[in-house]
């Protein structure tokens, strides 16, 4: 399963920590939006952690949607990535 973790944060400072630690366990899509694969233990674990690095902040928006494969599978894609690294052919 793949987890898309997105979230909109005021404060710079745990904005970036949360950055810092999403980026550690999967790879970003977009400046807030992160694709992360695991299951269920997994998606707790990052909920807990993303719970504890925004307690002080004032507002924080999070959102965790779990992804099955079939839904995956739909994913529609256009241009690549933020992480993705550009497809080099050699000829």
Same mark, same amino acid.
């Given at each position: 399963?793949?987890?898309?973790?997105?979230?909109?944060?005021?404060?710079?400072?745990?904005?970036?920590?949360?950055?810092?630690? %999403? !980026?550690?366990?999967?790879? =970003?899509?977009?400046?807030?939006?992160?694709?992360? +694969?695991?299951?269920?233990?997994?998606?707790?674990?990052?909920?807990?952690? %993303? !719970?504890?690095?925004?307690? =002080?902040?004032?507002?924080?928006?999070?959102?965790? +949607?779990?992804?099955?494969?079939?839904?995956?599978?739909?994913?529609?894609?256009?241009?690549?990535?933020?992480?993705?690294?550009?497809?080099?052919?050699?000829?």
């Amino acid at each position: 399963m793949k987890l898309l973790i997105c979230y909109d944060i005021p404060e710079n400072r745990i904005r970036n920590k949360v950055a810092k630690y %999403l !980026e550690s366990v999967g790879h =970003r899509v977009q400046y807030s939006v992160f694709m992360v +694969a695991g299951d269920e233990s997994r998606m707790q674990e990052i909920q807990h952690r %993303l !719970e504890h690095l925004t307690a =002080r902040s004032e507002a924080p928006t999070l959102l965790i +949607a779990p992804l099955c494969q079939a839904c995956t599978a739909k994913i529609w894609q256009y241009g690549h990535f933020k992480d993705e690294p550009a497809l080099c052919v050699v000829a």
